[in-house]
């Protein structure tokens, strides 16, 4: 069974550096990209980026490039996304996300439960 | 980047058919997937590529496209299938960055 297990909520405060975490199993990780999507508190889902751990090799959205950081530790299967400077806009829950591409299409097949960060002085 | 457009809003009265629609120019290119996101829980894949259903995810859901356009239809509405609803797609720069759209309330009356 394919699982995706994230790390749990955390409480910043601004300024703070924050780096969390995405274990898979039940499939091959090295071998499907998985990136991460942010939802605002009531608001809709936006695309962060992805990593293909089998090379390292990394996409980021302009609107996070920059921003954060995507990693990968592909000996223990596990993605990371990390802040170095977190700001109170960062205040969101966090997904990560297999993602499948074909030549005319993609989609996300399995989802993480989700991280919440709250960011606050 | 490219953008993908969602109706905020959109209501079905219960055992009725409603469709839920996706815009942008990406889908002149790559096919939307589809999913539902219900309070408090993360989002589930419901269609993908040129009409195509998960294991487990009901009939009733289906897919289609025309133009910049796609299309989550439901035949014949439940009361679980209130959630909200987002499509995305390969963002039209080929270069595997991904669009979300905005994302589509629907009620179920």
């Known amino acids: 069974e394919v699982q995706l297990v994230q790390s749990g909520a955390e409480v910043k405060k601004p300024g703070e550096s924050l780096k969390i975490s995405c274990k898979g199993s039940?499939?091959?990780?090295?071998?499907?990209?998985i990136g991460w999507v942010r939802q605002m508190p009531g608001k809709g889902l936006e695309w962060m980026g992805i990593?293909?751990?089998?090379?390292?090799?990394?996409r980021y959205s302009p609107s996070f490039q920059g921003q954060v950081t995507i990693s990968a530790d592909k000996s223990i299967s596990t993605a990371y996304l990390q802040w170095s400077s977190l700001k109170a806009s960062d205040t969101a829950m966090y997904y990560c996300?297999?993602?499948?591409?074909?030549?005319?299409?993609?989609?996300?097949?399995?989802w993480g439960q989700g991280t919440l960060v709250t960011v606050s002085s | 980047s490219s953008e993908l457009t969602q109706d905020p809003a959109v209501s079905v009265a219960l055992g009725q058919t409603v469709r839920i629609t996706c815009q942008g120019d990406?889908?002149?290119?790559?096919?939307a997937s589809w999913y539902q996101q219900k309070p408090g829980q993360a989002p589930v894949l419901v269609i993908y590529?040129?009409?195509n259903r998960p294991s487990g995810i009901p009939d009733r859901f289906s897919g289609s496209s025309s133009g910049n356009t796609a299309s989550l239809t439901i035949t014949g509405a439940q009361a679980e299938d209130e959630a909200d609803y987002y499509c995305?797609?390969?963002?039209?720069?080929?270069?595997?960055?991904?669009?979300f759209g905005g994302g589509t309330k629907l009620t179920v009356l």
């Open positions: 996300a297999r993602h499948l591409y074909q030549d005319t299409a993609m989609e996300i097949d399995y």
């Open positions: 039940g499939y091959s990780f090295t071998s499907y990209w």
């Open positions: 990593i293909y751990p089998g090379d390292s090799d990394t």
């Open positions: 990406s889908l002149r290119s790559y096919y």
């Open positions: 590529g040129k009409n």
């Open positions: 995305n797609s390969r963002d039209s720069s080929g270069n595997l960055l991904v669009v």
